[in-house]
C-alpha cells in the first residue's frame, strides 16, 4: 500500500530549463511533506519541505507546491543545472513515520 | 566530519547467517532511524530510537530483526539467519527531535550499509 507516489520514474531536461517533479499522496492526515535528492553511492539528503498549513515554500532554485484538496505535491527547479541529476524521492509524514515515494530521476542535459 | 557514519558499507553473506551494521549518527542529534531500500523503491521506515529508547517499529521488522542503541549514542541493527529477501540497503539517519509540523522534520541520512545474501 503506497501512500506516497511518483509515478514518473524519469525525466529529462535541458540546462537552463524548468523541471517539474510531482508527487501524489493518499492519506489527508499527512501534515508535513519533505523532498530529498540521492546521488548514486550516497543517502538520501534534504533538499526542501513544506508544512500542510502553506501551498508554496520556495528556497533559492527550488520551490515546491502544495495542492491538499488534490493531495499533490511538486517540486519546480529553475533554471535546472547538471548538477541536479539525481534520484528524487517525495517524503510525507503524520508523526514519526517518514513515507517516501519510489523515486524520480532527474537527468539535466547541458 | 561529523555527518551520520555505517559500517559497513557492503556486507555479502550467504544465506542462514547472521549480520550486524552500525550507525553512527550526528553527535548532538538524539533520534535515530533505521529505513531499508530496495531497487527501484524507496526508502521504508524499520524502527526509530529518541534517545536509548526504541519508540516505534515496522511491521517490517521480523522478529530475525533487533536494533539497539544502548547509550543513546550509536546504534546497532542485526539480522539473525538472513535469507535473500533481506537484500537491500540499510540506511541510517539522525535528527534532533525538535517539534516541527508533523513532528519529524529533516533527517540527516548515512551512505547505507548494502547487504548482498547469497
Known amino acids: 500500500d503506497q501512500q506516497v507516489k511518483q509515478n514518473s520514474p524519469s525525466l529529462s531536461v535541458q540546462e537552463g530549463r524548468i523541471s517539474i517533479l510531482n508527487c501524489d499522496y493518499t492519506?489527508?492526515?499527512?501534515?508535513?511533506f519533505l523532498w530529498y535528492k540521492k546521488y548514486p553511492a550516497e543517502g538520501p539528503t534534504f533538499l526542501i519541505s513544506?508544512?500542510?498549513?502553506?501551498d508554496k515554500n520556495e528556497d533559492g532554485r527550488f520551490t515546491v507546491f502544495l495542492n491538499k484538496s488534490a493531495k499533490h505535491l511538486s517540486l519546480h527547479i529553475v533554471p535546472s543545472q547538471p548538477g541536479d541529476s539525481a534520484v528524487y524521492f517525495c517524503?510525507?509524514?503524520?508523526?514519526?513515520?517518514?513515507?517516501f515515494g519510489t523515486g524520480t530521476r532527474l537527468t539535466v542535459i547541458p | 566530519d561529523t555527518g551520520v557514519s555505517q559500517d559497513p558499507r557492503h556486507k555479502i553473506t550467504k544465506r542462514g547467517q547472521n549480520v550486524t551494521f552500525r550507525c553512527d549518527p550526528i553527535?548532538?542529534?538524539?533520534?535515530l532511524y533505521w529505513y531499508r531500500q530496495t531497487l527501484g523503491q524507496g526508502p521504508e521506515f524499520l524502527t526509530y530510537?529518541?534517545?536509548?529508547?526504541?519508540?516505534?517499529k515496522s511491521r517490517l521488522l521480523s522478529d530475525r530483526f533487533s536494533a539497539e542503541r544502548p547509550k543513546g549514542s550509536f546504534s546497532t541493527l542485526e539480522i539473525q539467519r538472513t535469507e535473500q529477501g533481506d537484500s537491500a540497503m540499510y540506511l541510517c539517519?539522525?535528527?534532533?527531535?525538535?517539534?516541527?509540523?508533523?513532528?519529524?522534520?529533516?533527517?540527516?541520512f548515512g551512505e547505507g550499509s548494502r547487504l548482498t545474501v547469497l
Open positions: 492519506n489527508s492526515m499527512f501534515d508535513y
Open positions: 517524503a510525507a509524514t503524520s508523526s514519526n513515520n517518514l513515507f
Open positions: 513544506i508544512s500542510s498549513i502553506k
Open positions: 539517519a539522525s535528527s534532533l527531535a525538535v517539534r516541527l509540523a508533523g513532528g519529524h522534520g529533516e533527517l540527516f
Open positions: 530510537f529518541q534517545n536509548e529508547a526504541q519508540l516505534e
Open positions: 553527535s548532538e542529534h538524539n533520534r
